[in-house]
């Protein structure tokens, strides 16, 4: 598991904040995550999505109460709907201790700052549908109008795909996603599939345009092995920046 760090910049917060980042956990075993969350310390938790592994119901349910009330433990946990989260409703995550947004947002108030945190569910979310297709749209109407909120926002939105079609020119600090795996296999850097980018897929890892970061994932649901693509577990550090005079 590696720990992957970025760093961001913001004037519209008080004091540094440190963001862990979960996505695709897929019933990655839980010591290891802990682990991964022991040494970064963070102030919040931020999982995009794909908490669910593989297994009968009862087998994903218990892991995903294990997984968010390991989270919990840390810090304010804030989870969306990935594609494969079909079995995690608000009272569950609530009964784990952490806040589930779907196609909504919350205010928490870290190191001296409220942060609007939102969460777009997956327009996949328990649907079928080929990997070469392009993804199943999300809900527009509450991007649109989280965006308009005043303040330092963090979307959580689990495919990296939505952003250039539908969250680029809208007013968001930081889009936080996961789904791609790194491109399952990589060569020289680069990702060789993604289910809805297709072959060479663009958004894959690490931080694009200032402010959409991909999480190549912490666990897989492939069958297909990973190629020179570690797991991952990322750390978004923002720092506080003075305003201009």
Known sequence: MQISNYAFNSNKIAQN????????????????????LNEIRPDLIAVP?????????????????????????FAPAFISLGNHDVDITNEFVSECGAALLDDSYT????SGTDIYIGGLTSGSLGKRHKRLSKTPDPDIAFANEFSKLSGFKILLSHHPEYFPEHLRDLDIDLVISGHAHGGQWRFFGRGVFAPGQGIFPKYISGVYEG???????AGDHNAIPRFFNPNEVCVCEIAAVCKNK
């Open 107 to 110: 205010v928490s108030r870290i």
């Open 211 to 217: 402010r959409l970061l991909v999480s190549r994932g």
């Open 49 to 73: 999505g794909d908490i669910e592994g593989k297994g009968d119901k009862a087998t994903r349910i218990a892991y995903a109460s294990e997984f968010i009330k390991m989270c919990s433990t």
């Open 17 to 36: 904040i440190r963001v862990a980042v979960i996505s695709d956990a897929h019933g990655r075993d839980i010591a290891t995550l802990k682990n991964a």
